[in-house]
């Protein structure tokens, strides 16, 4: 009921290029959709999220794109930079009832080369 | 702001013996999270406090992981005895409110191995 799938696993871009990474999700109760960007050696850190009333979202060379009827979500980066290399998870939330509960992709390795 | 702070940053023990993890979260930060991540996956959630209570632990396993956080501030995670599948990253993490906008802060964590 709470199972996210993430895709692709591991991915390599040019520098440059457009970077597309996927969440499906099977729980209709998740309210809020965030991605979190990880670095070697690093904790996850909030990159990005969307809440389910908007359909998409943009910060910089990051966009979510919400797809409610789908039950996906995807993070885009235009322009993607070296400095991009991580892993990226999505983490669609459910709130409230005294329990913020995350449910974690498998996450993305990303590479983007120079 | 000061980040959530973990100590020690890695851990190597023997199965069977113990070994514990401290976490120093966020000022102000009222909640808790204790997250294991296996190389390669996601984190997995292992506990969650509200100030010094916990709201969910379903995914700890009792008989050998146990959680605390006095005066619901400082935490510390405990394995004992360890066994060579909890070879891991164990990632602290803190949050202002529980609601679902409020996002996670994590701090660096403990690579602990089991040999």
């Known amino acids: 009921q709470q199972q996210v799938k993430q895709s692709p696993q591991s991915l390599i871009v040019q520098k440059g290029g457009i970077s597309i990474i996927n969440c499906a999700y099977e729980n209709t109760a998740f309210d809020y959709f965030p991605w979190y960007q990880q670095f070697p050696g690093k904790g996850p850190a909030l990159l990005i999220a969307i809440r389910p009333d908007v359909s998409e979202k943009k910060e910089g060379r990051f966009t979510i794109s919400f797809n409610k009827s789908a039950k996906q979500f995807s993070l885009h980066i235009m322009d993607s930079q070296p400095g991009d290399s991580a892993t990226y998870f999505c983490?669609?939330?459910?709130?409230?009832?005294?329990?913020?509960?995350?449910?974690f992709g498998q996450g993305t390795r990303l590479t983007i080369n120079p | 702001e000061a980040g959530v702070a973990q100590s020690p940053r890695y851990k190597i023990i023997e199965k069977r013996q113990s070994v514990a993890f401290w976490c120093n979260p966020i000022s102000g930060h009222a909640t808790l999270y204790w997250y294991q991540q296996i190389l390669g996956q996601g984190p997995k959630l292992l506990i969650q406090f509200q100030n010094n209570g916990v709201v969910d632990d379903s995914q700890l396993p009792k008989d050998r992981f146990s959680a605390e956080r006095l005066k619901g501030v400082d935490s510390t995670l405990k394995i004992q005895p360890a066994k060579l599948e909890d070879s891991a990253v164990y990632l602290c993490?803190?949050?202002?409110?529980?609601?679902?906008?409020?996002?996670?802060?994590f701090g660096n964590g403990t690579r602990l191995t089991v040999t």
């Open positions: 983490a669609p939330t459910i709130g409230g009832q005294g329990a913020q509960k995350l449910v």
């Open positions: 993490a803190s949050s202002l409110a529980v609601r679902s906008d409020s996002p996670l802060h």
